[in-house]
């Protein structure tokens, strides 16, 4: 089992910035992929970005040039630094890891979610 902790949402205006932290505890398979996901009310969950132990990273089109995301491999730990931030961005963004393994298979933990609010 993996358990994730989130933290760093909250309310900024338009154009604002936020950092999104995850830290990642438990059964950390050496090979795995941690990202972030959203989910704004009435739409499905989406990919924000996400980023390989190897340090591929990967982002949505609607965010790339504004958010960043980073990691720590000694910490387990990932991060997403949001800037230029627009209302459309408002939703609850959920840490994941993702266990790659040809052995156990892979397996997606989720982190229990932190609103992220852009308004005036």
């Known amino acids: 089992q993996v358990q994730l902790v989130e933290s760093g949402g909250g309310l900024v205006q338009p154009g604002g910035s936020l950092r999104l932290s995850c830290a990642a505890s438990g059964s950390i398979f050496r090979v795995n992929v941690m990202g972030w996901y959203r989910q704004a009310p009435g739409k499905q969950r989406e990919l924000v970005a996400d980023?390989?132990?190897?340090?591929?990273?990967n982002y949505a089109d609607s965010v790339k040039g504004r958010f960043t995301i980073s990691r720590d491999n000694a910490k387990n730990t990932v991060h997403l630094q949001m800037n230029s931030l627009k209302p459309e961005d408002t939703a609850v963004y959920y840490c994941?890891?993702?266990?790659?393994?040809?052995?156990?298979?892979?397996?997606?933990?989720w982190g229990q979610g932190t609103q992220v609010t852009v308004s005036s």
């Open positions: 994941n890891f993702r266990r790659i393994s040809t052995i156990l298979g892979n397996a997606d933990y």
């Open positions: 980023i390989t132990s190897g340090g591929s990273t």
